[in-house]
């Protein structure tokens, strides 16, 4: 199975601020990869398909990029309601996987 | 408005068996790719099976394979996972996941329903 691994796992911002995690994959996934935000107690909501394509309703603040195995998420001005963990997952190849996740706490 | 509803958690003992329904509304249940997706207290997201939209092919996790099965009814409107000989690490929420056609991401999640393995 291929592997993800986020960068950080954790990290503390403040609002206003500008805030990339990435994830690496342990082969090239192409674009084949999504971005989902997590807030406490709730269900994964996605933000990001295909590395870069931004999901309907989503603001434009979040962005993608990245192929083959270096992915990016970029935040560009935290928004308080942006707190939460966020995952990256591939789906090049079965099974999909998802990454370990980055909790973006207020700093 | 698409709408997944879990249901079906609970507590189990180890070996004991627990089936999960997922309801599913807002949009034709019988033209999309469905899967289960868990993530354990306090840890992160892992895939656990895949149903085509017909119900004719099915894939699961390593970890689950032998022991859980996946099944839909798209005259009711429901996806299924009957889980048999439930361990201590299949303590997680469960969630059901709508796949965007045939991508194998997800863009509409239930809730969750807790499944806990103890004696």
């Known amino acids: 199975a291929i592997q993800l691994t986020q960068s950080p796992s954790s990290l503390s911002a403040s609002v206003g601020d500008r805030v990339t995690i990435t994830c690496r994959a342990s082969?090239?996934?192409?674009?084949?990869l999504a971005w989902y935000q997590q807030k406490p107690g709730k269900a994964p909501k996605l933000l990001i398909y295909?590395?870069?394509s931004l999901e309907s309703g989503v603001p434009s603040r979040f962005s993608g990029s990245g192929s083959g195995t270096d992915f990016t998420l970029t935040i560009s001005s935290l928004q308080p309601e942006d707190f939460a963990t966020y995952y990256c997952?591939?789906?090049?190849?079965?099974?999909?996987?998802f990454g370990g996740g980055t909790k973006v706490e207020i700093k | 408005e698409v709408q997944l509803v879990e249901s079906g958690g609970g507590l189990v003992q180890p070996g004991g068996s627990l089936r999960l329904s997922c309801a599913a509304s807002?949009?034709?249940?019988?033209?999309?790719?469905m899967n289960w997706v868990r993530q354990a207290p306090g840890k992160g997201l892992e895939w656990v099976s895949y149903?085509?939209?017909?119900?004719?092919?099915?894939y699961y996790a390593d970890s689950v394979k032998g022991r859980f099965t996946i099944s839909r009814d798209n005259a009711k409107n429901s996806l299924y996972l009957q889980m048999n000989s439930l361990r201590a690490e299949d303590t997680a929420v469960y969630y059901c996941?709508?796949?965007?056609?045939?991508?194998?991401?997800?863009?509409?999640w239930g809730q969750g329903t807790l499944v806990t393995v103890s004696s």
């Open positions: 996941a709508r796949e965007v056609r045939l991508r194998s991401y997800f863009d509409y």
């Open positions: 807002g949009f034709t249940f019988s033209s999309y790719e």
């Open positions: 149903i085509s939209s017909s119900g004719s092919t099915i």
């Open positions: 082969q090239g996934i192409s674009s084949a």
């Open positions: 295909d590395a870069s």
């Open positions: 997952q591939q789906f090049n190849s079965y099974p999909p996987t």
